[in-house]
Nanobody, 124 residues
Framework: VQLQASGGGLVQAGGSLRLSCAFS????????MGWFRQAPGKEREFVGG????????AYADSVKGRFTISRDNAKNTVYLQMNSLKPEDTAVYYC??????????????????WGQGTLVTVSS
């Protein structure tokens, strides 16, 4: 399985970005997908997750109401729509694939496959 994240960049506070993550090398619909981020000097943290059927989604409290995760199983792609961005959202964002049950969505150790990360910088 290979994951390729894209869509990062520099944006002003209050702006929006959409990240994409292209999946290849496996059966996309067999995996729940997650987005994580790592800010400078901080540990990597969970941002959002989506089940294989899109029937379940989950978000970190810090992004709830501002970020939306979605997936297109026909295109083998997962998205992270980020609105009302804040300087504290500045981080490298990673997509990841998890073959386990939905209840593991927030557990980084349950994700064996990771993309290379895409940098999001939010200026104040």
């Amino acid at each position: 399985v290979q994951l390729q994240a894209s869509g990062g960049g520099l944006v002003q506070a209050g702006g929006s970005l959409r990240l994409s993550c292209a999946f290849s090398g496996g059966t996309f619909s067999s995996y729940l997908m997650g987005w994580f981020r790592q800010a400078p000097g901080k540990e990597r943290e969970f941002v959002g997750g989506i089940s294989w059927s899109s029937g379940n989604t989950a978000y970190a409290d810090s992004v709830k109401g501002r970020f939306t995760i979605s997936r297109d199983n026909a295109k083998n792609t997962v998205y992270l729509q980020m609105n009302s961005l804040k300087p504290e959202d500045t981080a490298v964002y990673y997509c990841a694939a998890n073959p386990n049950l939905w209840r593991t969505y927030g557990r980084q150790s349950s994700y064996p496959y990771w993309g290379q990360g895409t940098l999001v910088t939010v200026s104040s």
